[in-house]
């Protein structure tokens, strides 16, 4: 299956020539600049907008909204390790050569890549953790995936990879995140559960800062009085 998109015929190809073609026209800096954004930037701002919803979803909401969210956290990058070893045995099955190994003319911004094409590490990760966010929070997942497409867009850009190479692994990090999620948010969620009541570690799940959120007392209604006629009958 090596010849997925050898064939220049192929829109995949020539879709990898119309996007990797903006690196040719761009300035060097540029290109030095989206070569660091897709191979490492993008990925640490995932990391950092991770922790930016943990910190946010532990300061609002009740407790049952905290452990939820920070459950859901936990998932996200434990279904991006999961979904990059399912790629070891397609990308072994595949066989998909480099594009910049079967067609010339090609901006490479990043050497030394020697393994197959077909999905992408990159993508597959970076969608995962996006998806992962998305089912924490709406608002912060949202950038997430954001950030994924970008992600998608410079492996690409990049000359690294086929545009079906990314589209293969955001459908592969989105598939583990979301069919895998039941189960993963069943066992994790005692266990999250169990550290928002473990003492000092609870921090790790609800502020000491956020606001309490208790149960309304009852409403201290007096009681029924019975009339004469019906104290009467009850005597009766």
């Not at 859901?72 to 998909?96: H, M, Y």
Request: hydrophobic share 50%; proline share 6%.
């Amino acid at each position: 299956m090596a010849g997925l998109a050898s064939d220049g015929s192929n829109p995949d190809v020539g879709l990898l020539y119309d996007i990797n073609g903006l690196a040719k026209d761009a300035p060097s800096w540029f290109d030095r600049a989206m070569g660091f954004v897709g191979e490492y930037g993008i990925l640490l701002a995932l990391v950092l907008l991770v922790l930016c919803c943990w910190w946010s979803v532990r300061r609002r909401g009740t407790l049952d909204d905290s452990v939820a969210a920070v459950t859901g956290l936990v998932w996200a990058p434990l279904a991006a390790g999961l979904a990059l070893l399912v790629n070891i045995p397609i990308r072994g099955f595949v066989e998909r050569p480099r594009p910049f190994l079967e067609h010339q003319g090609l901006e490479v911004l990043a050497s030394g890549k020697t393994d197959f094409s077909f999905v992408s590490d990159h993508a597959t990760l970076a969608m995962a953790v996006g998806v992962g966010v998305f089912v924490a929070h709406r608002g912060f997942g949202l950038a997430a995936i954001g950030l994924a497409l970008a992600e998608g867009f410079c492996r690409v850009f990049m000359g690294v990879h086929y545009p079906t190479d990314v589209v293969g692994g955001f459908a592969l990090g989105t598939a583990v995140t979301l069919l895998l999620a039941p189960l993963a948010l069943a066992l994790l969620t005692p266990v999250v559960s169990a550290v928002s009541r473990a003492g000092r570690l609870s921090v790790l799940v609800r502020s000491r800062r956020a606001p309490a959120w208790e149960r309304p007392e009852p409403l201290d209604l007096p009681e029924p009085r019975l009339g004469g006629s019906e104290q009467n009958d009850l005597a009766a």
